[in-house]
Nanobody
Framework: QVQLMESGGGSVQAGGSLRLSCRAS???????VSWFRQAPGKEREGVAG????????YYADSVTDRFTISLDNAKSTVYLEMNSLKPEDTAMYYC??????????????????WGQGTQVTVSS
């Protein structure tokens, strides 16, 4: 049974940093693994993706140069380092895996497996 467990969320002031972790059990990350976020009343959006074969990173324009995605296969964990946080980064953050090839990395229905999410709140 595939399980993805996120951790590391919390409340920070604008300009602060957080590191999110997503640990997989019953699954080895492959193809593309990504982080998404969803704010109240908004659609789930792709924040960052990591292509495991060629180790290519993908980022939403809104987080480029502030967020970094990385993968530690030995620990079955994908990370999202978030710096210079802004109030508009406030959302529930989700880890996604089980990518369906041929689909856009940033589309939620491109993934088969999801974690429960971890809340990030940034105050001004």
């Amino acid at each position: 049974q595939v399980q993805l467990m996120e951790s590391g969320g919390g409340s920070v002031q604008a300009g602060g940093s957080l590191r999110l972790s997503c640990r997989a059990s019953g699954y080895t990350f492959n193809s593309v693994v990504s982080w998404f976020r969803q704010a109240p009343g908004k659609e789930r959006e792709g924040v960052a993706g990591f292509e495991t074969t060629f180790r290519i990173n993908y980022y939403a324009d809104s987080v480029t140069d502030r967020f970094t995605i990385s993968l530690d296969n030995a620990k079955s964990t994908v990370y999202l380092e978030m710096n210079s946080l802004k109030p508009e980064d406030t959302a529930m953050y989700y880890c996604a895996a089980g990518f369906r090839r041929g689909n856009p990395w940033s589309r939620a229905n491109s993934y088969a497996f999801w974690g429960q999410g971890t809340q990030v709140t940034v105050s001004s």
